[in-house]
């Protein structure tokens, strides 16, 4: 079944006249009456609900079966990613993101990050390709996405591991987060010394992956899914 994440209060029986659903469920699916969709919206459990009626402004519908989604991860997980050079990059990380687990994406421009901008219409196609995501994947909440203009720590409020190739850290075996968990993530060329330095007065856990160097749209989906479901 199709699942789609809405933002408006599901009822047991209800009309959708949301334009892009009716485009979706109608146009795209060719949907008719008598097939089932899913709706959720947050709150952790997907909504079952068969099609009645196709009309050109709503669609009616018919609540069949509600249940609690089952596919987040038991801990939250914070990717706080240096913005990389390309737009495509981004997109990336937020598709692959979502897919594991991630709960919130803070992109920021650091030292070596390209002058990327990022305007509005930018936003809502990354917002989209993250819900197009969760959708898939059958995660339940939208994660939160933010772009700042440089770090700052006050968005960080869980323990941080710091992702380097050029400094001395723990391995990833060694890791037993006990409790939400941050991943600072490089931009192409890594760190400079004066970000290494703020970094390390900060108490962050210095991360290094192994003898192999990934990209940094790789680096955190690949460590934050070993984080969030090495245990199963």
Same mark, same amino acid.
């Given at each position: 079944?199709?699942?789609?994440?809405?933002?408006? =209060?599901? *009822?047991?029986?209800?009309?959708?006249? %949301?334009?892009?659903?009716?485009?979706? +469920?109608?146009?795209?699916?060719? #949907?008719? /009456?008598? %097939?089932?969709?899913?709706?959720?919206?947050?709150?952790?459990?997907?909504?079952?609900?068969?099609?009645? @009626?196709?009309?050109?402004?709503? +669609?009616?519908?018919?609540?069949?079966?509600?249940?609690?989604?089952?596919?987040?991860?038991?801990?939250?997980?914070?990717?706080?990613?240096?913005? &990389?050079?390309?737009?495509?990059?981004?997109?990336?990380?937020?598709?692959?993101?979502?897919?594991?687990?991630?709960?919130?994406? +803070?992109?920021?421009?650091?030292?070596?990050? *390209?002058?990327?901008?990022?305007?509005?219409?930018?936003?809502?196609? $990354?917002?989209?390709?993250?819900?197009?995501?969760?959708?898939?994947? !059958?995660?339940?909440? !939208?994660?939160?996405?933010?772009?700042?203009?440089?770090? %700052? &720590?006050?968005?960080?409020?869980?323990?941080?591991?710091?992702?380097?190739?050029?400094?001395?850290?723990?391995?990833?075996?060694?890791?037993? =987060?006990?409790? %939400?968990?941050?991943?600072?993530?490089? /931009?192409?060329?890594?760190?400079?010394?004066?970000?290494? #330095? !703020? $970094?390390?007065?900060?108490?962050?856990?210095?991360?290094?992956?192994? @003898?192999?160097?990934?990209?940094?749209?790789?680096?955190? +989906?690949?460590?934050?899914?070993?984080?969030?479901?090495?245990?199963?």
């Amino acid at each position: 079944m199709q699942r789609f994440f809405v933002e408006f =209060p599901l *009822q047991i029986d209800m009309n959708i006249t %949301d334009a892009n659903l009716l485009h979706q +469920i109608g146009r795209v699916l060719r #949907s008719k /009456p008598g %097939d089932t969709i899913v709706l959720f919206d947050g709150d952790g459990y997907d909504n079952v609900y068969e099609i009645i @009626r196709i009309e050109k402004a709503k +669609i009616l519908l018919k609540g069949v079966n509600r249940y609690q989604t089952i596919a987040e991860p038991k801990k939250a997980l914070t990717l706080y990613q240096a913005l &990389p050079n390309k737009y495509e990059k981004i997109e990336y990380i937020l598709e692959k993101g979502v897919e594991i687990g991630v709960s919130r994406f +803070i992109f920021f421009k650091s030292a070596y990050s *390209q002058k990327l901008i990022i305007t509005p219409k930018k936003i809502e196609r $990354f917002r989209t390709i993250a819900q197009e995501a969760l959708e898939q994947c !059958m995660g339940a909440h !939208m994660p939160e996405i933010l772009f700042l203009d440089m770090f %700052d &720590p006050k968005y960080i409020s869980s323990e941080v591991y710091l992702l380097t190739t050029e400094m001395h850290g723990k391995t990833l075996q060694e890791l037993t =987060p006990s409790s %939400d968990i941050t991943l600072l993530v490089w /931009p192409e060329w890594g760190w400079n010394k004066d970000e290494q #330095s !703020m $970094f390390l007065e900060q108490t962050y856990t210095p991360v290094r992956i192994g @003898r192999r160097i990934l990209r940094t749209e790789t680096a955190g +989906i690949v460590i934050g899914f070993a984080l969030l479901w090495g245990n199963g």
